[in-house]
């Protein structure tokens, strides 16, 4: 597939430029923003429409779209950065950057003007909708339609949906009333408002506080076929195929950003805490931990810029790369919080400490664009075949 993000529309001082507002922008405003939306619970929409201004939302973007054109290798430092940051401005930040790609490679020249520029504009929220609470995530889905000359009808349930209470649109997958497995699957971009449609609020989350997240019913929903991006029968492909294997590399690299800030919470308390006469940074044991830490966050670094790369050159390992990537990041990063925690001792169990909030947030990553076993699935079967064992 061609990578429309090829052409950098960045020189290298410009790139550096942003690399450092960023920064800043995520050690200042970014930590007040965090602070409001712990207290609240709530991410305010004044903080959308901020990132948004700052350009923020748009840097993956090709250039021709209004994007900043950046190469994905090189956007993937920017996620570095902002993964440093609330998990809630994270999601943002990544969500928008990357489903314009899911909706792209498909979109008739009329969807692209009417979806995916305004949603790289910052003008159109679009949430992924694809799990659901009584059926496995893929080719199991249950959510189903049924056509009636140019409208479909949709009914059923999905749930833990983020930004689905607030989004415009939700990029929705169903099956065709009556298809089994991955054929017969749509992807529709369903009006939030339509008649039939119902959202409510989940409850409260672990980590990722503030970011709404939505449990769905329709009933009948009507939806026009002109809302279908490809054709019948591709609903997975534009929800699993192309678009996935940057999203986990991307969601790999959150880890890394993440990690960094509880390493970077970590040394900074090492080097205050004493007992027993001498600073925690001095004890052999704290800094065998720090170490172990930095080996595990840039081992991981490594294997995610390798999949990007691979990915870019369109290499054919380039799927199992970004799951490798996925499984070894996710995995670095249960590591690092909980050292990052240790070091903290109890006093890190509670808040203010912004460890207390990290070693939360890390929890989500495990689920965000496939669980451990459903990555380790993706590995084994390009290495074994499917060999007829279970999905
Ligand atoms: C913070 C957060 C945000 C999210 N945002 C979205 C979103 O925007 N859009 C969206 O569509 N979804 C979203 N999700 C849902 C997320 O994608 C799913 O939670 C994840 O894919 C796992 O699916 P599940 O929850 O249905 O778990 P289940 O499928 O019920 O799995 C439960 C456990 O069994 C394992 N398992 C399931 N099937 C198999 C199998 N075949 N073989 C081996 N093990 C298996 C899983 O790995 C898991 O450990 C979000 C989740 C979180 C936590």
Redesign the pocket.
Known sequence: MKQLDAAPALDDASFAELRDDIARYVAGRAEEWAQRIELERHVPLELWDELRDRGYLSLAAPVEYGGRGIPFSRYLELIELFSMSHASIR?IVH?VNGTWRAMDRFATPQQRQAFVLPSIKGELKI???????T???GADLRCSVEREGDTYYLSGE???????TICDYWLLFARLAGTRGAEGTVALLVDRRSPGAAVVEMDE?M??RG?D?GRLTFERTPVPVANRLGEEGQGLDIALGGFLTPSRISVAMSCVGLARRAQELAIEYARKRETFGKKLAQRQAIRFMIAENATDIEAARQLVLHAARQWERGSGDAAMLSSMSKLQAVDMLTRVTDRALQIHGGSGFWQPHAIERVYRDAR?QR????????QK?VIARELLGSGGG??
Not at 127 to 133: G, I, M, Y
């Open positions: 999601m969500v949430a992924f909708t694809l799990t659901e609470p059926a496995g995530t999905k749930h833990l949906i983020t930004f689905g989350s980590g990722v970011t997240h989500a689920f965000e664009e496939g669980t451990n076993e459903i699935t279970s999905a």
